[in-house]
Structures are given as structure tokens and as C-alpha cells.
């Protein structure tokens, strides 16, 4: 499984972004795809998932301002944020996982992208 993000940048707060993640191989239903992201000196976090019935779950910190969406013809998966605060800068990083219902988004990744940077400033 390869995984390619795109759609990083510099934004202004309030501002939005949306990334893209491409990815190679297909998804199962016993599978989902997961948007984490990790800050500068910070554990890795989830932020958004969805899985292969389209549910969507997300981490409280971006309830409202973020969505995840995919494109199951493409195999390519979204991550629209909008109200960007300050906090939210950090590299963002796709993943294939797996369901696992302990995690805040129910995904834990098992394959990763390489990551793209967002900064909020």
C-alpha cells in the first residue's frame, strides 16, 4: 500500500486548506482511512477517519471545522479544514489502518503517507 498526501501550506487563522491523500491497493470494508497529525515536540493524534461503510468519526478538537471524505472510485480521501486556528499547525499524515474502537477516530494506521506540513500563523 502506497500513500501520497498534497494540499499542505501556510494559512492565515479562520483560513481553510484541503488535503488530498491518493492511495495504492484496496480498501476493505475491515479497513478504514485515518487523517493524524503530530506537532512539533507532541504525541501523534488522530483527527479524522472514515471507513469502508462511509462512516466518519473525529477527534472533539476539530469537531465542526474539519471533514473527511473519500472518493472510493479513486481511492482518494479528503481532509477539508476550515476555521484554521494556530493549534492546528502540525504535519498531517494519511493512513491505512485498522478499526479499532479504543481510538478517538476508531482508526489506528498501519501504513503511512509521508506527511505535509500545515502551519496556521
Known amino acids: 500500500v502506497q500513500l501520497v498526501e498534497s494540499g499542505g501550506g501556510s494559512v492565515q487563522p479562520g483560513g481553510s486548506l484541503r488535503l488530498v491523500c491518493t492511495a495504492s491497493g484496496h480498501m476493505y470494508k475491515s479497513y478504514c482511512m485515518g487523517w493524524f497529525r503530530q506537532a512539533p515536540g507532541q504525541e501523534r493524534e488522530g483527527v479524522g477517519s472514515?471507513?469502508?461503510?462511509?462512516?466518519?468519526r473525529y477527534a472533539d478538537s476539530v469537531k465542526g471545522r474539519f471533514t473527511v471524505s473519500q472518493d472510493v472510485a479513486t481511492d482518494t480521501f479528503y481532509l477539508q479544514m476550515d476555521s484554521l486556528e494556530p493549534d492546528d499547525t502540525a504535519v498531517y499524515y494519511c493512513a491505512r489502518g485498522s478499526i479499532d474502537y479504543r481510538s478517538p477516530i476508531a482508526c489506528v494506521g498501519v501504513n503511512w503517507g509521508q506527511g505535509t506540513q500545515v502551519t496556521v500563523s
Open positions: 472514515v471507513d469502508g461503510d462511509g462512516r466518519t
